[in-house]
């Protein structure tokens, strides 16, 4: 018989209970105690109801001052499987009688209640857990990694898969904001889970006491962020013991992770997500009205083309925007598998008659409902496939939806801030921004470059000034220390190696030129990642005339077709030979530059909070990190603005 029990510990949100509790049609004073609070939850479960078991006067006594009620729970199973195989059976056997008159198996599972006058706390065990997911307060387990843990000792790690169903161990997706604990992470991550792992003596220091006698060195898991769950089984006293020393713990965590809360499944996180996804689409069919009438679309902080797939654009061979997902209906093929902003663009001038007509049944309709069909449908009509490099040109890659490449930043009707990443929404927690913008302000500050950009934006005589017609301009007005690669593109890459190069006597810049501090800052730091990673690998693996570096020497210096930018372009390149070219990748240490202007607003990086895009500065943040992991060594990312002429107005 055993007297412990592996356990995950939750801590029920009263706020959840009441709220879903008073939406159902409870009255307020049903709900004015715990006990009242567990007994409408437990009421609330759908088919069979819990029981209630009688505890022990002496179990009660031993668990004062927190009062204990256990329930247990039988779940029917149907057989869904079992009319399969009756026909097929011998009637006439007592062994296959019994498995055709048992109509139904059965579960149990339990669900326990350890609370007081201010907390309800709760563990579980089978599928109890199901009966009480949404009323748990789902960042306890976080909170208490903050409190408790060590930022010197404390470890991040992936959560594996080990289960045959395929089941996750633990749902957890979060930013983590402390650099101490973050430097191996990125951005990218917060579609991970998570574990947080410590030695136990030094995670909980003041309940190792009351759990071991000696001086074990076993190890404590936490799986954050709704529970806390114990490597090792507790009876029911220990277990009481952690909770009065919970109870006890200072408000103040010793440090902070900067939670990110992914929206759920749960019926209000999807009336959410629904909600947020009907502001995008309508974002969506404004651009495309806006089209309609020749005006500009400029809303920087809203959506951009970004997506946790983007490296598989850049090892595609070519990609292609399908209308419905139909083959025959091929809207935009191109050579090379880079997604770019511009596809809005290119859809509504390849497919204008369709989008015209659709815009007609949306305007015409009064009714709200047929209106958000309308939009949803328009929105969600077009197919994004990849296909294979030129050895397996035939071989698709990626076959999504081309909603779920659109990255965006809102708030709600609360104003609430949400962001959209990876086909997924995510709220951000109360601190998060003031926190994000304290870490990009050290970010900036270790990474500032005052090395001077050769033009000011705005010089080019063109009306609008663009990245194109700002490096067309730059290419015939550089120092001979200065080289532009922009649109240098070969096509067993499919990425720039960088927009202007420049070097001193130490070291080379890479600089990557992007117009405006918005969504669109993800695409560049994963520009600035892969090309960081192509470098590091061919100075590593390479160092021959036949590397990347070397091909793309080639391609900038030998151009001789119709662009009159690309013939300046070799022109400039060819001035320097092909081995001086290399050596300077060899010999210099490498800074892999961000270079930001804001036209619009002419802000400065100096006054982050005047930014509201977050995920360009999460982005900024990550490839500060991903440079340090992943680049040649002595490499750094750096960070620099280009001045905008005072007589540039963009309107």
Same mark, same amino acid.
């Given at each position: 018989?055993?007297?412990?029990?592996?356990?995950?510990?939750?801590?029920?949100?009263?706020?959840?209970?009441?709220?879903?509790?008073?939406?159902?049609?409870?009255?307020?004073?049903?709900?004015?105690?715990?006990?009242?609070?567990?007994?409408?939850?437990?009421?609330?479960?759908?088919?069979?109801?819990?029981?209630?078991?009688?505890?022990?006067?002496?179990?009660?006594?031993?668990?004062?001052?927190?009062?204990?009620?256990?329930?247990?729970?039988?779940?029917?199973?149907?057989?869904?499987?079992? /009319?399969?195989?009756?026909? =097929?059976?011998?009637?006439?056997?007592?062994?296959?009688?019994?498995?055709?008159?048992?109509?139904?198996?059965?579960?149990?599972?339990?669900?326990?209640?350890?609370?007081?006058?201010?907390?309800?706390?709760?563990?579980?065990?089978?599928?109890?857990?199901?009966?009480?997911?949404?009323?748990?307060?789902?960042?306890?387990?976080?909170?208490?990694?903050?409190?408790?843990?060590?930022?010197?000792?404390?470890?991040?790690?992936?959560?594996?898969?080990?289960?045959?169903?395929?089941?996750?161990?633990?749902?957890?997706?979060?930013?983590?904001?402390?650099?101490?604990?973050?430097?191996?992470?990125?951005?990218?991550?917060?579609?991970?889970?998570?574990?947080?792992?410590?030695?136990?003596?030094?995670?909980?220091?003041?309940?190792?006491?009351?759990?071991?006698? /000696?001086?074990?060195?076993?190890?404590?898991?936490?799986?954050?962020?709704?529970?806390?769950?114990?490597?090792?089984?507790?009876?029911?006293?220990?277990?009481?013991?952690?909770?009065?020393?919970?109870?006890?713990?200072?408000?103040?965590?010793?440090?902070?992770?900067?939670?990110?809360?992914?929206?759920?499944?749960?019926? =209000? /996180?999807?009336?959410?997500?629904?909600y947020l996804d009907s502001l995008m689409h309508e974002k969506i069919i404004n651009f495309f009205r806006m089209k309609r009438v020749e005006a500009s679309f400029t809303d920087p902080d809203f959506l951009e083309i970004a997506h946790s797939d983007y490296e598989s654009f850049y090892g595609a061979g070519r990609l292609q925007i399908l209308r419905g997902g139909n083959p025959d209906v091929c809207l935009i093929e191109s050579p090379y598998g880079l997604l770019t902003n511009d596809v809005l663009s290119m859809i509504y001038v390849n497919d204008s008659r369709y989008i015209l007509g659709k815009l007609k049944e949306v305007d015409k309709t009064s009714s709200q409902a047929k209106k958000k069909l309308y939009t949803s449908t328009l929105a969600k009509k077009y197919t994004v496939r990849c296909f294979g490099d030129e050895r397996e040109p035939d071989i698709r890659v990626l076959n999504k939806n081309l909603l779920e490449y659109i990255s965006c930043e809102m708030r709600d009707e609360n104003g609430d801030p949400f962001f959209r990443v990876s086909g997924k929404w995510y709220k951000s927690s109360e601190n998060f921004a003031e926190d994000l913008d304290e870490e990009f302000k050290s970010v900036?500050?270790?990474?500032?470059?005052?090395?001077?950009?050769?033009?000011?934006?705005?010089?080019?005589?063109?009306?609008?000034?663009?990245?194109?017609?700002?490096?067309?301009?730059?290419?015939?007005?550089?120092?001979?220390?200065?080289?532009?690669?922009?649109?240098?593109?070969?096509?067993?890459?499919?990425?720039?190696?960088?927009?202007?190069?420049?070097?001193?006597?130490?070291?080379?810049?890479?600089?990557?030129?992007?117009?405006?501090?918005?969504?669109?800052?993800?695409?560049?730091?994963?520009?600035?990642? =892969?090309?960081?990673?192509?470098?590091?690998?061919?100075?590593?693996? $390479?160092?021959?005339?036949?590397?990347?570096?070397?091909?793309?020497?080639?391609?900038?210096?030998?151009?001789?077709?119709?662009?009159?930018?690309?013939?300046?372009?070799?022109?400039?390149?060819?001035?320097?030979?092909?081995?001086?070219?290399?050596?300077?990748?060899?010999?210099?240490?490498?800074?892999?530059?961000?270079?930001?202007?804001?036209?619009?607003?002419?802000?400065?990086?100096?006054?982050?909070? $005047?930014?509201?895009?977050?995920?360009?500065?999460?982005?900024?943040?990550?490839?500060?990190?991903?440079?340090?992991?992943?680049?040649?060594?002595?490499?750094?990312?750096?960070?620099?603005?280009?001045?905008?002429?005072?007589?540039?107005?963009?309107?």
């Amino acid at each position: 018989m055993s007297d412990k029990q592996q356990i995950s510990l939750f801590k029920i949100s009263k706020i959840n209970v009441q709220t879903i509790a008073l939406q159902n049609g409870s009255k307020e004073e049903s709900l004015n105690t715990n006990a009242k609070l567990i007994k409408y939850m437990m009421n609330s479960v759908k088919g069979r109801k819990p029981t209630l078991l009688a505890l022990s006067s002496e179990c009660r006594e031993s668990y004062h001052p927190f009062n204990v009620e256990l329930y247990f729970h039988i779940v029917p199973i149907d057989f869904t499987w079992r /009319d399969f195989f009756l026909m =097929h059976l011998e009637e006439e056997n007592e062994v296959n009688d019994k498995f055709v008159n048992n109509d139904k198996t059965k579960h149990a599972s339990f669900i326990c209640f350890i609370y007081d006058d201010d907390e309800i706390y709760s563990f579980t065990g089978g599928l109890g857990n199901n009966c009480i997911k949404n009323f748990v307060d789902d960042d306890f387990g976080i909170r208490m990694l903050e409190k408790i843990g060590d930022p010197e000792t404390l470890l991040l790690r992936k959560a594996s898969d080990n289960s045959i169903v395929g089941n996750v161990a633990q749902d957890v997706r979060y930013y983590r904001g402390d650099q101490k604990t973050g430097d191996e992470d990125s951005i990218g991550k917060i579609v991970n889970e998570a574990v947080g792992e410590a030695p136990f003596s030094e995670l909980f220091t003041e309940v190792k006491d009351l759990l071991f006698k /000696d001086d074990s060195d076993e190890k404590i898991s936490v799986k954050a962020r709704a529970s806390l769950s114990f490597s090792r089984s507790l009876s029911f006293l220990e277990l009481k013991r952690i909770i009065t020393f919970i109870k006890l713990m200072p408000e103040d965590p010793n440090f902070k992770f900067s939670s990110i809360q992914p929206l759920s499944r749960r019926h =209000h /996180d999807i009336i959410k997500s629904d909600y947020l996804d009907s502001l995008m689409h309508e974002k969506i069919i404004n651009f495309f009205r806006m089209k309609r009438v020749e005006a500009s679309f400029t809303d920087p902080d809203f959506l951009e083309i970004a997506h946790s797939d983007y490296e598989s654009f850049y090892g595609a061979g070519r990609l292609q925007i399908l209308r419905g997902g139909n083959p025959d209906v091929c809207l935009i093929e191109s050579p090379y598998g880079l997604l770019t902003n511009d596809v809005l663009s290119m859809i509504y001038v390849n497919d204008s008659r369709y989008i015209l007509g659709k815009l007609k049944e949306v305007d015409k309709t009064s009714s709200q409902a047929k209106k958000k069909l309308y939009t949803s449908t328009l929105a969600k009509k077009y197919t994004v496939r990849c296909f294979g490099d030129e050895r397996e040109p035939d071989i698709r890659v990626l076959n999504k939806n081309l909603l779920e490449y659109i990255s965006c930043e809102m708030r709600d009707e609360n104003g609430d801030p949400f962001f959209r990443v990876s086909g997924k929404w995510y709220k951000s927690s109360e601190n998060f921004a003031e926190d994000l913008d304290e870490e990009f302000k050290s970010v900036y500050g270790d990474c500032v470059l005052s090395y001077p950009i050769p033009l000011m934006w705005g010089t080019s005589g063109s009306d609008k000034e663009t990245e194109n017609t700002y490096l067309h301009h730059v290419v015939n007005n550089l120092p001979n220390n200065a080289l532009v690669m922009h649109k240098v593109i070969p096509q067993q890459y499919n990425l720039e190696l960088c927009d202007i190069m420049f070097w001193d006597e130490e070291n080379l810049y890479l600089i990557h030129v992007k117009p405006s501090f918005d969504g669109a800052v993800r695409v560049l730091e994963k520009q600035i990642a =892969h090309s960081a990673r192509l470098i590091g690998e061919d100075l590593r693996t $390479s160092t021959s005339v036949n590397g990347p570096i070397a091909e793309y020497y080639r391609l900038a210096a030998s151009y001789d077709g119709d662009s009159v930018y690309l013939r300046d372009v070799a022109e400039a390149t060819s001035e320097i030979d092909e081995d001086t070219f290399i050596r300077l990748f060899k010999q210099k240490r490498i800074q892999y530059v961000a270079c930001i202007v804001d036209p619009k607003a002419k802000r400065s990086l100096e006054d982050i909070e $005047s930014f509201n895009s977050t995920i360009a500065k999460m982005s900024i943040i990550e490839s500060y990190k991903s440079i340090r992991k992943n680049a040649s060594p002595g490499s750094r990312f750096r960070i620099t603005e280009i001045d905008i002429d005072e007589n540039y107005n963009e309107s």
